[in-house]
């Protein structure tokens, strides 16, 4: 009887330890952080035109991450300009950093004539022009899997103008 108790006090202490593991490491999946790193131009062809966005991804957790799917768009003063059109997936190594680049597709006539608009506001009126990528992406841990991870970074003319934008970082890994 003794024995059993034993066995059954041992498992159960193993359960808890198992569960207390998966309850820290979606914890820190769920603060997977990233940094808007830049835009580059990739090219065009016929009316549409490619650029490049890059994310510096960091998981601070014991496991790595794997983003699984994604979609991301880009605005101009809330207007829709480009869209993601390359969907691949991306590994993050734990306690790691991954720099990773989304190919977005946009009209070049429609983007551009926002773009041009934009900075002639700013530099004529002084009004300010909001830029926007944003969008959702899953993410996969393990056994765990967090669906439509917000993704969102917004810079103004000015901002870009002067290059005073630096956001808001993330912590170092520990």
């Given at each position: 009887?003794?024995?059993?108790?034993?066995?059954?006090?041992g498992l159960l202490g193993v359960l808890s330890l198992v569960g207390l593991y998966i309850y820290k490491q979606s914890k820190l999946l769920?603060?997977?952080c990233y940094d808007f790193v830049s835009i580059d131009f990739k090219g065009s062809e016929n009316s549409s035109s490619k650029l490049g966005?890059?994310?510096?991804?960091?998981?601070?957790?014991?496991?790595?991450?794997?983003?699984?799917?994604?979609?991301?768009?880009?605005?101009?003063?809330?207007?829709?300009?480009?869209?993601?059109?390359?969907?691949?997936?991306?590994?993050?190594?734990?306690?790691?950093?991954?720099?990773?680049?989304?190919?977005?597709?946009?009209?070049?006539?429609?983007?551009?004539?926002?773009?041009?608009?934009?900075?002639?506001?700013?530099?004529?009126?002084?009004?300010?022009?909001?830029?926007?990528?944003?969008?959702?992406?899953?993410?996969?841990?393990?056994?765990?899997?967090?669906?439509?991870?917000?993704?969102?970074?917004?810079?103004?003319?000015?901002?870009?103008?002067?290059?005073?934008?630096?956001?808001?970082?993330?912590?170092?890994?520990?």
């Amino acid at each position: 009887m003794k024995k059993n108790k034993i066995i059954l006090g041992g498992l159960l202490g193993v359960l808890s330890l198992v569960g207390l593991y998966i309850y820290k490491q979606s914890k820190l999946l769920s603060s997977l952080c990233y940094d808007f790193v830049s835009i580059d131009f990739k090219g065009s062809e016929n009316s549409s035109s490619k650029l490049g966005l890059s994310f510096k991804f960091l998981n601070y957790s014991d496991v790595s991450v794997e983003i699984t799917k994604y979609n991301i768009n880009a605005y101009i003063n809330g207007n829709f300009v480009g869209k993601l059109v390359e969907e691949k997936s991306f590994i993050i190594p734990p306690k790691g950093f991954s720099n990773v680049e989304f190919i977005a597709q946009t009209n070049t006539s429609s983007a551009f004539s926002q773009v041009i608009n934009s900075f002639l506001t700013q530099l004529i009126d002084k009004s300010e022009s909001k830029f926007k990528i944003k969008g959702v992406a899953s993410v996969r841990m393990g056994l765990i899997e967090i669906n439509d991870y917000p993704l969102e970074w917004e810079w103004n003319t000015n901002e870009i103008l002067l290059n005073l934008k630096s956001g808001d970082k993330c912590p170092q890994i520990t």
